[in-house]
Nanobody, 121 residues
Framework: QVQLVESGGGLVQPGGSLRLSCVAS????????MSWYRQAPGEERELVAT???????NYGDSVKGRFTISRDNAKNTVSLQMNSLKPEDTAVYYC???????????????WGQGTQVTVSS
C-alpha cells in the first residue's frame, strides 16, 4: 500500500500565493507521474498539473503561468506553487501518484485525502 499526505492548504486573499506539498510513503518501487487535481463544489475533478519522473510538466489551461509543479524523486514528494490566486481557484486539491510497487511490473494509482484551498477576500 501507498499513502499520499497533502499539506499547505488554507485561506488566502485574491492575488496571494500558497504552496501545497504531498509526500508518498509505503510500498514504492518507483513513481511514474505525480499530479495535482482539484474539485470545486458541484464540479468534476480536473487536472491542475502533472510532472513525470524526468520532470516533464503539463498544466491545465486555467493555471498556466500562475502555478508551478515540482518534485523531489529522492524524497517522493511533489509540490505545487500557486501564485496570483483567484477566487475560481477555490477547491479541494488532491495529490495523485502512479506507483510501481517493488518487484511488480504493474502501475497503481493512488490519491491523497485532499486539502482545501479557499481564495477569498
Amino acid at each position: 500500500q501507498v499513502q499520499l499526505v497533502e499539506s499547505g492548504g488554507g485561506l488566502v486573499q485574491p492575488g496571494g500565493s500558497l504552496r501545497l506539498s504531498c509526500v508518498a510513503s509505503g510500498s514504492i518501487g518507483s513513481i511514474n507521474t505525480m499530479s495535482w487535481y482539484r474539485q470545486a463544489p458541484g464540479e468534476e475533478r480536473e487536472l491542475v498539473a502533472t510532472i513525470t519522473s524526468r520532470a516533464d510538466t503539463n498544466y491545465g489551461d486555467s493555471v498556466k503561468g500562475r502555478f508551478t509543479i515540482s518534485r523531489d524523486n529522492a524524497k517522493n514528494t511533489v509540490s505545487l506553487q500557486m501564485n496570483s490566486l483567484k477566487p475560481e481557484d477555490t477547491a479541494v486539491y488532491y495529490c495523485n501518484a502512479v506507483v510501481r510497487p517493488p518487484t511488480s511490473r504493474y502501475l497503481y494509482y493512488y490519491w491523497g485525502q485532499g486539502t482545501q484551498v479557499t481564495v477569498s477576500s
